[in-house]
C-alpha cells in the first residue's frame, strides 16, 4: 500500500493545514474551493501508556474537528470502494469476496456518524444505497465507482475531477435534495501491529460534486484494536470525532 507520508504536527494539534484546507467549503452557495496543499495523515492520540491513560482528563486535549466545516451541510456518504488486509492486493467492495468486508466498514462508519446525529443531515452508506438503485438510466454501482484517478500519486495542485466519476457522483447527487458535498470512502486497510494488535487505515475523498472538484482526500488512522472488527469500529469513530468532537 502507498500511505501518504505524515505531516509534522505537536501535541494536542490536528493537522492545522486541513483547517486551512477545509475553511473555502462553509457555503453550499461557494464557488469552487482552493486545491489542498497537502494530503494529510490524521492519526489517533489516544494515550496507551498507564501514566497517560491515568492522568486528568483535561491534561489530554481533545482532537480539533478538522472536517467540522461539513457538519451542518448535506453530504452524500458512499459505501467503501476497496479493502485489504496486511499487504495483500485490494478487492473490490463489489465482488462476491469483497462485498462482506467493505460490508462492515460501511456499517461502522453508519453507525458512528448517526451516534453523532449527522443521519439528521447527512446521507448515510445505506441511504446513499437506496438512492443508487433509483437511478435506471446508468444503473452506477456505488460500490464499484471509476475511482482510479484519486491516488496518492496525484498533483497537490489537481483538483479537477474527472469523468467517468465526476458523472457517477453529479448523477447521483442530483437525485437528493440539498446535496453537493460527497464523501467517498476510497479504501480501508488492516494490518497487524508490531505488538499484535490490528490497526485500520481509511482513505477517503470530499468532493464537490456539483464543481467536480476534489476538497481533500486525507487518510484516518484509527487505534490498535483485539481484531479486525474492532479495527474498523476504531477507524470509524475516529473519522467521526473528526467531524463533530465528542
Given amino acids: 500500500m502507498h500511505l501518504l507520508p505524515d505531516l509534522p504536527r505537536c501535541r494536542g494539534t490536528l493537522l492545522p493545514v486541513a483547517l486551512s484546507l477545509l475553511a473555502a467549503c462553509g457555503g453550499a452557495g461557494a464557488g469552487p474551493t482552493p486545491a489542498p496543499t497537502a494530503q494529510p495523515s ?9 501514566a497517560s491513560a491515568a492522568a486528568p482528563a483535561a491534561a489530554v486535549p481533545t482532537a480539533p474537528a478538522i472536517f467540522g466545516d461539513f457538519a451542518s451541510r448535506m453530504v452524500m456518504v458512499f459505501p467503501l470502494q476497496r479493502y485489504a488486509v496486511g499487504d495483500s492486493g485490494w478487492i473490490s467492495a463489489s465482488s462476491a ?7 462492515q466498514m460501511d456499517s461502522a462508519l453508519t453507525l ?4 453523532r446525529g449527522l443521519d439528521g443531515t447527512w446521507s448515510l452508506p445505506p441511504n446513499t444505497s437506496r438512492v443508487a438503485q433509483r437511478e435506471v438510466m446508468n444503473r452506477t454501482d456505488p460500490r464499484a465507482l ?10 497537490p495542485n489537481d483538483r479537477d ?8 457522483l453529479r448523477n447521483l447527487v442530483a437525485m437528493v435534495p440539498e446535496a453537493r458535498i460527497v464523501m467517498l470512502p476510497l479504501e480501508a486497510r488492516v494490518v497487524a ?3 499484535g494488535t490490528r490497526q485500520a487505515t481509511l482513505r477517503l475523498a470530499f468532493i464537490d460534486a456539483r464543481m467536480a472538484t476534489v476538497l481533500t482526500f ?9 481484531d479486525d472488527a474492532a479495527a474498523l469500529r476504531g477507524v470509524a469513530l475516529k473519522f467521526a470525532d473528526l467531524v463533530i468532537a465528542p
Fill in 112 to 115: 458512528a456518524l448517526r451516534e
Fill in 42 to 50: 490524521v492519526r489517533d492520540t489516544t494515550p496507551t501508556s498507564t
Fill in 161 to 168: 475531477l474527472r469523468d467517468l466519476l465526476a458523472s457517477q
Fill in 218 to 226: 486525507p487518510d484516518v488512522i484509527g487505534p490498535p484494536a483485539a
Fill in 97 to 103: 469476496t469483497g462485498r462482506p468486508r467493505a460490508a
Fill in 146 to 155: 471509476s475511482t482510479a484517478g484519486l491516488v496518492p500519486s496525484r498533483r
Fill in 193 to 195: 501491529t508490531a505488538a
